[in-house]
């Protein structure tokens, strides 16, 4: 929204002196009450200020921002969210390594049948074991991932912004997106998607293109 | 910006009808071309709505998110990036991997004397380095690095929404931010910071902080 140089005129007023009738915003601009009714009810319908009887007006912090928080919040997992990439148990290090480059991710999830996580493996933890002295296709990825429950999971229906936060918080690069299932009584969770930097980077990205 | 619902139904009316008359929308809403002039000025002068004289008038396309474009484009690369991580061009492989392990980061650069800009290595780069059977301390990093000129830079003035776009584009992970200078008459690049796919998820979470 433009503001013109009046209404921008009254925001200020109102910031430094606020509460503040309309008339002693009028005093201050040297003009009538009447002229500038139009501006404060924009103003005030806007969201930038909000009125109250007998007291005057208020500036209200971030006006413009809440309408970015809307958006903000209306971004989710399911909308950017990319296709995870797995490997079992029984794999070597040496094939996660393979499958890493195979098909360029940061991240790789471990699973056993159905899909079900039970372990996660980063690029650092795979950059770890190759630094050792053993034979990387002896080396079974169970051995070196991060296994359930220590690892952090997400949901196709989260807001983009809390996980964004999340993996901020917890310093990881990647996080399952997943489905809580039960199977023979047990609850599990069911591999269906992965959430990564790259993935909150392209959401960033994304709120300039559309508004193209 | 919050609509009242008569505004919300005048938007809806020239969404589907417009370019429309004032009085036309007044006829649809039952209600005279007067009581609607406040809520046309409002929307107008929003943003959401254009008026074009003896036309009428017209929907703006994401009149809200105009003002997200407008935050955005505020965000440069200095306020969000990070201090960059060097080796020196003599430095092995085994020791670029024990530096990227310590300051826990996912891309170093490598630099000669006065921190002029000569390569980088990413986490992939020294990846698949060590998956070689080569002795990682014998290698020097500049067999590995990827070299000027081929490196992509940016500077600190830089939007974050550009260099976010340049991530994902041409699918890296972190890029030098740089200063030109003038060295015994060579144009060089002296590197003054990081930036990564983390701070642009952290400036995407900062979004949202803003507005708490």
Same mark, same amino acid.
């Given at each position: 929204m433009e503001l013109n140089e009046r209404q921008e005129k009254i925001l200020t007023i109102v910031k430094e %002196? &606020?509460?503040?009738?309309g008339e002693q915003i009028a005093e201050q601009l040297s003009l009538t009450r009447a002229t500038l009714r139009p501006d404060l009810a924009i103003l005030t319908m806007s969201g930038f200020l909000e009125a109250r009887p007998r007291v005057g007006y208020f500036y209200v912090e971030n006006a413009q921002k809440r309408v970015l928080n809307d958006e903000l919040k209306k971004m989710t997992v399911k909308e950017f969210q990319s296709i995870p990439v797995v490997v079992k148990e029984s794999s070597s290090v040496y094939d996660a390594i393979v499958t890493m480059f195979l098909e360029d991710v940061g991240t790789l999830f471990v699973v056993r049948e159905n899909s079900i996580l039970t372990g996660v493996l980063s690029r650092k933890d795979l950059l770890r074991a190759s630094? &050792? %002295?053993?034979?990387l296709s002896q080396v079974p990825v169970n051995v070196i991932m991060t296994r359930m429950p220590n690892i952090t999971m997400c949901g196709q229906d989260d807001a983009l912004i809390e996980v964004a936060n999340t993996l901020i918080q917890k310093q990881i690069d990647g996080l399952p997106v997943v489905k809580q299932v039960s199977v023979n009584g047990e609850e599990v969770f069911e591999v269906t998607g992965r959430m990564t930097k790259t993935n909150i980077t392209k959401a960033f990205v994304s709120l300039a293109q559309e508004n193209e």
């Open positions: %002196n &606020g509460p503040i009738t630094m &050792g %002295n053993q034979d």
